[in-house]
């Protein structure tokens, strides 16, 4: 799960790290009472949304002004003008994909004197099964880039669950950033203090990009990108306050309610299978034979009729699914729960694109003669192999 920057920051606070002050704003009228409030002289108009490259990016409506989505304002009129420009438009970055997204929300922050910028992250490393911090001195850059043309310039620094971060860990993420004396210590402390609120809030990744130096001699956080575990969501009851319905695909959130495990993605193919390696290796197969899926989906192991007939909805709601693969392996799952919630979500939704249906497993006879004696027109397969052909042909209009 992704918050807002301001949100990120919030909570970095929380846990001592140096932010600067800001106010963030719902709408055009609160942005004088919000620039006061900080008093200026500098103060910087950030666009929220959960995607970086805002400084960046463009927005696609004329009237929102040339400027990108983090705009440095010198009077409280300007910050007033860039509220309305920027409230309810679009906004493109690198990271958004071309549509863009809406910017709903706007955070008002003091306006810093930048000596320096760096870059610093944390991040589970699945390759030592740790918490890593990644460092740079290259920072306010696309660091994908940096990575690319100068892998020298970044460090990583692994730390020990065992100690947690430790004073060793602050001194080497110091000097990789080129610090010393006060610079080095505030690092130290730093790293600390970001280790502490990584783990406590089972967070998956806290970007600072920048990490700045002021010109009076000071590290601070001036962006902040956090990701939380969404399977420790349950532990943080106010992590899970922070939530943004509106950030996230709409057919992602229905199908969270139901408990299931859905990623929509750009293809065709709508697949509904239980297990995340069958799920996996149905997508691999669809491209394999070189069509692209529409979403990824596992229905689980106990699914009830009410949980397919739920996925079912939710995949047909999809405009771009031109077919449906349902891939099901009957272990813990019965074949003919499978059947009879297919055949009572086609009842419901109706079934305008072409069905696969491929099931194995307990009750794999009786399964299929509920689908062939439902009379709805549905495509058996014996196997993955045969499933995938067929789905692929049926798109393609075969
Ligand atoms: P993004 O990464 O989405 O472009 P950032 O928060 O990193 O957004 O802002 C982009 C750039 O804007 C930063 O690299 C920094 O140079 C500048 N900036 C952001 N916040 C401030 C601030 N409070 N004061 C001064 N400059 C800022
Ligand atoms: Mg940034």
Request: with cysteine; aromatic share 6%; charged share 25%.
């Amino acid at each position: 799960m992704n918050i807002h920057e301001y949100q990120g920051k919030a909570l970095l606070k929380e846990f001592g790290a140096p932010v600067s002050r800001g106010v963030a704003i719902f709408s055009a009228e609160e942005a004088e009472a919000a620039a006061k409030e900080l008093g200026g002289p500098l103060w910087v108009v950030k666009s929220q949304i959960h995607a970086g490259g805002r400084g960046k990016g463009k927005f696609k409506e004329a009237d929102a002004g040339e400027k990108g989505g983090v705009r440095l304002a010198k009077s409280i009129d300007e910050v007033k003008e860039f509220a309305s420009q920027m409230l309810g438009k679009t906004l493109v970055t690198v990271q958004t994909g071309e549509d863009g997204k809406q910017v709903n929300r706007l955070y008002i922050e003091d306006g810093s004197d930048i000596e320096k910028e760096f870059y610093l992250s944390a991040l589970v490393d699945r390759a030592t099964g740790r918490v890593a911090f990644v460092v740079s001195t290259e920072g306010g850059m696309d660091i994908e880039q940096v990575a690319h043309d100068t892998p020298e310039k970044i460090h990583t620094i692994t730390v020990d669950p065992a100690t947690g971060a430790m004073p060793h860990h602050g001194r080497a993420v110091a000097k990789a950033l080129g610090l010393s004396g006060d610079l080095a210590k505030q690092a130290n402390d730093l790293t600390i203090k970001l280790y502490n609120a990584f783990v406590s809030k089972d967070m998956e990744m806290l970007e600072i990009n920048p990490l700045i130096v002021t010109t009076d001699g000071k590290l601070r956080c001036l962006d902040a990108k956090v990701s939380f575990d969404s399977n420790a969501l349950y532990r943080h009851p106010d992590v899970q306050e922070l939530r943004d319905l509106t950030e996230e695909d709409a057919k992602e959130i229905e199908a969270s309610k139901y408990d299931l495990a859905y990623i929509a993605l750009d293809g065709t193919i709508g697949c509904m299978v239980n297990g995340a390696g069958l799920a996996m290796a149905t997508l691999d197969i669809i491209k394999l034979y070189g069509e692209e899926p529409a979403n990824f989906l596992d229905v689980g192991g106990g699914a009830s009729e009410e949980k397919v007939t739920a996925a079912f909805k939710i995949i047909t709601a999809d405009p771009n699914v031109k077919g449906i693969l349902v891939n099901i392996f009957g272990g813990i799952m019965k074949c003919d729960v499978i059947a009879r919630g297919v055949i009572a979500a086609v009842k419901a939704v109706g079934l305008q694109v072409p069905l696969v249906v491929r099931l194995e497993g307990t009750n794999v006879e009786e399964g299929k003669q509920i689908i062939r004696e439902s009379g709805l027109n549905v495509i058996p397969a014996d196997d993955l192999d045969d499933a995938a052909q067929k789905i692929v042909s049926a798109v393609r209009g075969g």
